[in-house]
């Protein structure tokens, strides 16, 4: 699962984010996006994939929160070498984001669109489109776009 990478320190606070990074070969070419998510499932460091100076530690998150991580806290959860981030707790408010409750929604999209891709946007975000949240952490509504309308090169359907 795509997610962004979340480093934090010795007391769990967000202290840098990674929302994607591109693999490309020894020529320059793009092969695609890389899926922290499958890398830390295989048991891997993600000192692998970065370095933060003043981190203790880097997991993924399945949401993509842009700049609004830094306001969080990551809890760890699981056994020794297969820990993950199990909830980020909102520094001030304590509001927390649960992870098992986003993979719940997520895996009900999932069903839910059947044979079609499952348009996840509005649980997840993405890493041009993070959410948007409030000053508490919570979900806050996307504000509507009243800038002009940008040309495009081509639109899939």
Request: aromatic letters at 6%; a negative charge; charged letters at 20%.
């Amino acid at each position: 699962m795509l997610g962004m990478l979340l480093a934090y320190d010795a007391a769990g606070v967000v202290v840098a984010t990674l929302d994607h990074l591109v693999q490309y070969d020894d020529d320059g070419n793009v092969i695609g996006l890389v899926d922290f998510g499958a890398h830390e499932e295989s048991g891997r460091d993600n000192t692998a994939i970065w370095t933060v100076s003043n981190a203790t530690g880097s997991k993924v998150w399945p949401e993509w929160l842009g700049g609004a991580a830094h306001n969080f806290r990551a809890e760890l959860q699981g056994p020794p070498g297969r820990k993950h981030i199990g909830a980020l707790v909102h520094k001030t408010s304590g509001y927390r984001r649960e992870r098992a409750a986003i993979e719940a929604a997520i895996a009900a999209r999932i069903v839910e669109a059947g044979t079609e891709p499952a348009d996840l946007r509005d649980i997840v975000g993405g890493p041009d489109r993070p959410l948007i949240l409030g000053a508490t952490g919570r979900d806050a509504p996307r504000p509507v776009s009243v800038g002009p309308t940008l040309p495009v090169i081509a639109a899939r359907r």
